[in-house]
Structure formats: C-alpha cells, structure tokens
C-alpha cells in the first residue's frame, strides 16, 4: 500500500488511541511518544520488518518501572515518606543511562516521557548508552544539607540494588547536582563495598569528568553554532534569550558570552531578569555564585546590577531576540510564546532543557521556517559527557579539559550531522526534529531485531 501523508496520519492516530489507553493520565509521555512517532511512522510503513517486529510498540513500553518509598527524618525529628522511581526504559545498545531528578510534582509519567526521550538522545551520542531516568518527589527547596544527605542515603538503600556501571547508571537533572550526586555516590560505595562509575556526575577528587558540570549547556550552544554555520551564521553579536538559571542555563550562557553572544535574560520558577545591556562576565560570575553557591533566587540579580528589571511570574519570550535557549523544564514554551517569539524574528531555537517546547509550539516555530534543535539532539552534551565519564572510570585515567571539551565539540557536530543526514528535505532545509527522531531510532531498532523477541 502507498504511503500517503493520509495514512501515515491514520496511524498515528490509531497508534497513539492504544498508547493513551494502556498509560492513561501521563501526558507528557503521550506528548513525547507522538512528537517521535509523527517522524517515524513513514519510516516504518516503508520498512515492513519494523513493524513486523512491533518495534514501535516495544520501543514505547518501557523494559521495567521500579517504584519505592524513602523514608527519612528531617532536622527536628519528623518522619517523611516519599516516593522515588527508576523507569529503566531501553537496553539495547548498552548500559541504562540517564538523570534523577528531585521535583515536587513529579510524577511517573514525565519520567516516563524523559526515559523515552533518552533512549533516543543516547543512541545520537554514538556511545553505547541505552536510556532510563529517575528521580523521587522529594522538595530540596528550603532543606537543609544534613536533610539532603539523609534522603539520598535512604534513597540509595533502595536504588543500589538496581545499579551498576554495566548495569543502570543515573546522573543529575532538576534538584540533583553535585551534593545529591555525591551523597548518593557515598552510599552506594558504602553498599556496594566498591569504588566504580556507577554514578555520573561525581565530584573531580573522586572519578568526576572535567567538563561535566559544563557540558549540557556548552553543549547546547555547540549545536546551535552548527546549526547557524549551516545557514552562513554565527552566534557571535546574536541577542539571546535564555531561560532557566540551574546547571543548564548557567553554563549555556556562560559559552554564549564566550563566543560574543549577548545574553539578556534568565529566570528560575518564581520570574525572569531583562538585561537589555546583555550579562557580561561579572553579572555571570554574581549568578553562578547565587545558583550554584547560595542557591539564592533570581531577582537577586536585578537587585544587585541597575539596568536588570525582575519580572515576577513572568517567561521571557516575549524579549526580541535573535536565539532563543529554553533550558528550565517541560512545556515553558507554548504556542503564544512561539508566535512572540516568531514576530520579534527569532532566527533558531535551542532546547536546553527536555521537551521545553509544547508540541504546538514546535509546529509553529517549523512552519516559520526557524530552525529548530530539539533537546534530544542539542542538550546530548551531558549525557555524552557523562559516557566520557564512564570511559575513565573504567580505564582508571582522567583526561584534561581540552580533550574532554574537543571531544564533546565533535560529538555535538556528530549528532548535528546525523539529524542533516535523516532530516534534510529535498529543497535543502533541514527538518532537526524529524532528523534526531529517525538518526536515534535506526540504531536502537536495527539492534533489537538483531535479538529477535525479546
Ligand atoms: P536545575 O535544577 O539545575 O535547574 C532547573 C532550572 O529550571 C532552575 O532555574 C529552576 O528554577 C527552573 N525550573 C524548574 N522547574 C521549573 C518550573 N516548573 N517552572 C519554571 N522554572 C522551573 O536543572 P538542570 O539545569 O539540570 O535541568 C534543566 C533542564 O535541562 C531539564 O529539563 C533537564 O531534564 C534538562 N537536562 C539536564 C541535563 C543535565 O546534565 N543537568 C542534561 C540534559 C537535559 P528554581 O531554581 O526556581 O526551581
């Protein structure tokens, strides 16, 4: 049968009734399964093994979902129970790979909708990494240390029986950095009675990667910088939008002012700082220090630095800019967000963070003919470099910055050239979400038929 755009639409439909039926009420997973399977349902109606083979729908079903509770008790006595997660998702190019994150609204059905994600995001890397993600609903805000290290101990009683370097190996995400990676490193060391990567994201003094902390928003740009070469463009004298101001953001804009970008703005959940003057070097150094140090709040910036306006439980897409980076969290970018975006002549959007876009909002930024990284392709830098990570933890060796930095810089123009090589249309435009969808899917199918029904 001929593969019309009218069939491939009927089977997206009909594929996405059955996902929404056996994973009802998660609808970030819906949303992240249909962006993928709009890009790969022609492939597949072409390529009858793939669907012979149920590829689609084993890739959609994760390979297991440990739920747990943590117990633990805060500074002045009481007993918590939360609850934690681990959605090992995908195995079959290597080891399951990806983040925790500490949230008080998440749920299962975003680390579902992450895991998927990652599966893909991996695969783009060129390391053999398959996909997971984790986390607890646990609220960091406002806890102190000695708080924190007694839940991520609790929750590594649990987790480490479900980890390992060759097994499952989680990193940081949203309310998971350096402390948490290290007090749950601490633990399972402890457990385990043995000293091996099976953790990411480790402090340099024990099996840390240099350029890790930096290298989801370095790698951000990176990606960016490919895409604008493509078209003849460069990032340097681009006004940028940039929101979010944790472990992503933070070092996206420290690359963009780097490379001559002018930043003008920042945020976190509680607003967005406007600095039309663009933040140097000293207005970067005050927020690195006020995020990563004192994990103090946004319009902290606009109070320190005359020029900077705060705006409370505001985004900043309305801001006219040439680039924009959404490196926060899910779904901050709608389709009004978009269409501001698109009349202020934004050139190319960057995803920073995963899926920060809606589904509409990636329509409309498409249809105006801007470019597009979605964050499976332009925020693989971490996880890349957390392969990197593994790698020397394995060998024993720690590689200085440059070579870790050069190789992440190939990386992110390897995993650009895949999303041209899947995604370049016929009049020489490149579609980035089709190309990252289909680039990330070949490898990981091509492996599971090879294993048969497994
Ligand atoms: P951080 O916790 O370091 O920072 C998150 C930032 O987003 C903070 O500024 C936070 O503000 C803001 N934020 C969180 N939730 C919301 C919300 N509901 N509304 C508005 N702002 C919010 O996380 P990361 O920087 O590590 O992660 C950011 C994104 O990047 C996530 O989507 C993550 O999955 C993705 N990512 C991260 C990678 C990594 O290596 N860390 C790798 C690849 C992707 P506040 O401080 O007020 O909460």
């Given at each position: 049968?001929?593969?019309?755009?009218?069939?491939?639409?009927?089977?997206?439909?009909?594929f996405m009734?059955?996902?929404?039926?056996?994973?009802?009420?998660?609808?970030?997973?819906h949303?992240a399964?249909?962006?993928?399977?709009?890009?790969?349902?022609?492939?597949a109606?072409?390529n009858p093994?793939?669907?012979?083979?149920?590829i689609?729908?084993?890739?959609?079903?994760?390979?297991?979902?440990?739920?747990?509770?943590?117990?633990?008790?805060?500074?002045?006595?009481?007993?918590?129970?939360?609850?934690a997660?681990r959605?090992q998702?995908?195995?079959a190019?290597g080891?399951?790979?990806?983040?925790?994150?500490?949230?008080h609204?998440?749920?299962l059905?975003?680390?579902?909708?992450?895991g998927?994600?990652?599966?893909?995001?991996?695969?783009?890397t060129?390391?053999?990494m398959?996909?997971?993600?984790?986390?607890?609903?646990?609220?960091?805000?406002?806890r102190?240390?000695?708080e924190?290290?007694?839940?991520?101990?609790?929750?590594?009683?649990?987790?480490?029986?479900?980890?390992?370097?060759?097994?499952?190996?989680?990193?940081g995400?949203?309310?998971?950095?350096?402390?948490e990676?290290?007090?749950?490193?601490?633990?399972?060391?402890?457990?385990a009675?043995?000293?091996?990567g099976?953790?990411?994201?480790?402090?340099?003094?024990?099996?840390?990667?240099?350029?890790?902390?930096?290298?989801?928003?370095?790698?951000?740009?990176?990606?960016?910088?490919?895409?604008?070469?493509r078209?003849?463009e460069?990032?340097?004298?681009?006004?940028?939008?940039?929101?979010?101001s944790?472990?992503?953001?933070?070092?996206?804009?420290e690359?963009?002012?780097?490379?001559?970008?002018?930043?003008?703005?920042?945020?976190?959940?509680e607003?967005?700082?406007?600095?039309?003057?663009?933040?140097?070097?000293?207005?970067?150094?005050?927020?690195?220090?006020?995020?990563e140090?004192r994990?103090?709040?946004?319009?902290e910036?606009?109070?320190?630095?005359s020029?900077?306006?705060?705006?409370?439980?505001a985004?900043?897409w309305?801001v006219?800019?040439?680039l924009?980076?959404?490196?926060?969290?899910?779904?901050?970018?709608?389709?009004?967000?978009?269409?501001?975006?698109?009349?202020?002549?934004?050139?190319?959007?960057?995803?920073?963070?995963?899926?920060p876009?809606?589904?509409?909002?990636?329509?409309?930024?498409k249809?105006?003919?801007?470019?597009?990284?979605p964050?499976k392709?332009?925020?693989?830098?971490?996880?890349?470099v957390?392969?990197?990570?593994?790698?020397q933890?394995?060998?024993?060796?720690?590689?200085?910055?440059e070579k870790?930095?050069?190789r992440?810089?190939?990386?992110?123009?390897?995993?650009?050239?895949?999303?041209?090589?899947?995604?370049?249309?016929?009049?020489?435009?490149?579609?980035?979400?089709?190309?990252?969808?289909?680039?990330?899917?070949v490898?990981?199918?091509?492996?599971?038929?090879?294993?048969g029904?497994?």
């Amino acid at each position: 049968m001929e593969v019309t755009d009218q069939r491939v639409r009927q089977e997206v439909d009909k594929f996405m009734r059955g996902l929404v039926r056996r994973n009802p009420g998660e609808p970030e997973f819906h949303q992240a399964v249909l962006e993928v399977i709009e890009s790969l349902m022609p492939l597949a109606l072409e390529n009858p093994q793939y669907r012979e083979a149920r590829i689609l729908e084993r890739m959609t079903e994760p390979d297991r979902v440990i739920i747990f509770r943590v117990t633990w008790e805060d500074d002045a006595g009481r007993i918590h129970a939360d609850r934690a997660w681990r959605v090992q998702f995908n195995n079959a190019i290597g080891p399951y790979k990806g983040g925790l994150r500490f949230h008080h609204d998440l749920t299962l059905g975003v680390l579902k909708f992450l895991g998927f994600e990652q599966v893909f995001k991996n695969s783009l890397t060129g390391l053999p990494m398959g996909g997971a993600k984790g986390g607890s609903n646990f609220n960091p805000k406002g806890r102190s240390d000695r708080e924190v290290m007694r839940f991520c101990q609790s929750l590594m009683v649990e987790l480490h029986r479900h980890i390992g370097e060759d097994t499952d190996v989680p990193a940081g995400d949203i309310g998971v950095g350096g402390r948490e990676i290290s007090y749950m490193f601490g633990q399972y060391k402890r457990l385990a009675n043995r000293f091996v990567g099976t953790l990411t994201g480790k402090g340099l003094a024990f099996g840390g990667s240099l350029v890790r902390l930096e290298a989801t928003g370095y790698g951000t740009v990176y990606f960016m910088r490919e895409m604008l070469r493509r078209i003849g463009e460069d990032v340097d004298g681009k006004v940028c939008v940039v929101s979010g101001s944790g472990n992503v953001a933070l070092y996206a804009i420290e690359k963009l002012i780097e490379l001559g970008g002018k930043v003008v703005t920042a945020s976190d959940s509680e607003g967005f700082v406007h600095d039309p003057d663009g933040l140097d070097r000293d207005k970067f150094e005050f927020l690195r220090a006020l995020k990563e140090e004192r994990r103090g709040r946004i319009r902290e910036l606009a109070d320190a630095f005359s020029g900077v306006t705060f705006y409370p439980g505001a985004r900043p897409w309305g801001v006219a800019a040439d680039l924009a980076f959404p490196s926060a969290t899910q779904n901050e970018l709608g389709k009004d967000d978009a269409r501001a975006l698109i009349e202020n002549g934004v050139l190319a959007v960057a995803e920073g963070a995963n899926m920060p876009a809606t589904h509409e909002a990636v329509h409309k930024l498409k249809a105006a003919g801007v470019l597009f990284g979605p964050g499976k392709a332009a925020n693989a830098g971490g996880v890349a470099v957390s392969g990197l990570e593994q790698s020397q933890n394995a060998l024993r060796v720690s590689w200085p910055h440059e070579k870790v930095d050069q190789r992440l810089g190939e990386i992110m123009r390897e995993v650009h050239e895949k999303c041209v090589t899947y995604g370049e249309g016929p009049d020489g435009t490149v579609d980035y979400v089709r190309g990252a969808n289909r680039a990330g899917f070949v490898k990981v199918a091509e492996a599971m038929l090879a294993y048969g029904a497994v």
